[in-house]
């Protein structure tokens, strides 16, 4: 069986040269043809000796998740559905916009979380994605959209904001992200590599030591009462200690502050009320706030929240100096939006929450 290059950053590709009896130069040597060019074909990859190249093309293959189909919005946003294979399908969301392309990329097929308002997780939990279907996203995005007039690669930013939780699946997002930041690969800055979770603490605390990129936490209540309903990690992780970990993090976060993610759900979490006791509960966190008006799924009881309510909870937040903006929605015409990415999961989960939330 051949070895899917794709899967390996660039420790573990020098690795692999090394037991070819190759120089583990090879390895910046092939990434740059992988990643700065998108090249698979090794035959194209002339400044490597064609020896090599024969080696290579024995027992190594470069190949993305097959796409089994393209949707485009009409605001310019793509979506990709991508083979995962065993019956499992996840999705991929280019968003461009005027200064910056955006790309959203899914870690999982399914989510075990079972947040209450998300379309991903009632589609239950099956696997972990590899570190060649995480990346191979971003490698056929690439792919796909070309470069730019400068030859730079249209997708400037990206965020691990797709189906799953990124967190739960931490090797192979790391390697994944470490790809991201490489400079013989893609090169992007830590600031522009943005991860999200719903807040597994454990997994906080490693990112912020093995790579720090941007944060961004799904927050959507005040409480733990709520946020028990909304996102039932939180009873394994309270508030407490979940703010405790971002505080740890921003040490040595490429970013100053964490983003707060916070969905605006009708007569739920979106009260004057609720807003000023968001404010006073993450007064010692350096943050900053995304409103993000809630996407309608089938089978969903929640209903997006008031434009008059979402302005008079951003006013609260604002007032009380904290940085707010509400989330433009993008791609809701094809289920691109936030929270409305389902993908094609066949669920292996029975969930209960010890289940769901004892990976870490």
């Known amino acids: 069986m051949q070895q899917n290059l794709l899967d390996f950053d660039a420790h573990a590709l020098a690795g692999y040269f090394t037991e070819m009896g190759e120089k ?16 698979s074909d090794f035959a194209a990859m002339t400044d490597i000796a064609a020896a090599l190249r024969g080696k290579l093309a024995q027992s190594a293959c470069i190949i993305a998740p097959e796409v089994l189909r393209e949707e485009l919005s009409d605001d310019g946003t793509r979506k990709w559905l991508l083979n995962v294979g065993t019956g499992n399908a996840v999705e991929a969301v280019y968003i461009p916009e005027e200064n910056r392309g955006t790309l ?18 009632k589609q239950g939990f099956n696997r972990n994605l590899s570190v060649a279907e995480i990346i191979g996203q971003l490698w056929w995005a690439n792919h796909q959209l070309g470069k730019d007039a400068d030859g730079n690669w249209k997708i400037s930013n990206v965020v691990m904001m797709g189906m799953g939780e990124p967190l739960l699946n931490f ?24 991860v999200s979770t719903s807040g597994i603490v454990p997994a906080m605390d490693r990112l912020r030591e093995e790579c720090p990129v941007a944060l961004a936490v799904s927050l959507h209540a005040p409480n733990d009462k709520l946020r028990d309903e ?3 990690i939180n009873r394994k992780y309270p508030l407490k200690e979940l703010l405790a970990a971002c505080r740890r993090y921003l040490e040595r976060a490429p970013r100053d502050f964490i983003t707060f993610e916070y969905v605006m759900l009708e007569g739920v979490n979106d009260s004057v009320q609720q807003a000023r006791e968001l404010v006073n509960l993450v007064r010692d966190v350096p943050c900053k706030f995304n409103l993000i008006p809630f996407n309608p799924f089938p089978q969903t009881h929640y209903r997006r929240s008031r434009p008059e309510a979402i302005q008079n909870f951003r006013d609260v937040l604002m007032q009380a100096g904290i940085v707010t903006t509400t989330r433009k929605t993008r791609g809701d015409d094809i289920a691109a939006a936030c929270g409305q990415l389902a993908g094609q999961v066949r669920d292996k989960t029975r969930r209960t929450l010890n289940r769901s939330v004892g990976v870490v």
Not at 24 to 39: D, H, N, S, T
Not at 171 to 194: P, W
């Open 24 to 39: 583990p130069f090879r390895a910046r040597q092939l990434m740059r043809w992988i990643y700065k060019e998108g090249e």
């Open 230 to 232: 909304l996102v039932p």
């Open 104 to 121: 959203c990329i899914s870690s999982q097929a399914g989510c075990a979380l079972d947040c209450s308002f998300c379309s991903t997780g």
């Open 171 to 194: 090797d192979n997002t790391v390697s994944a992200l470490r790809l991201m930041l490489d400079d013989q690969a893609y090169g992007l800055s830590r600031r522009r590599v943005t």
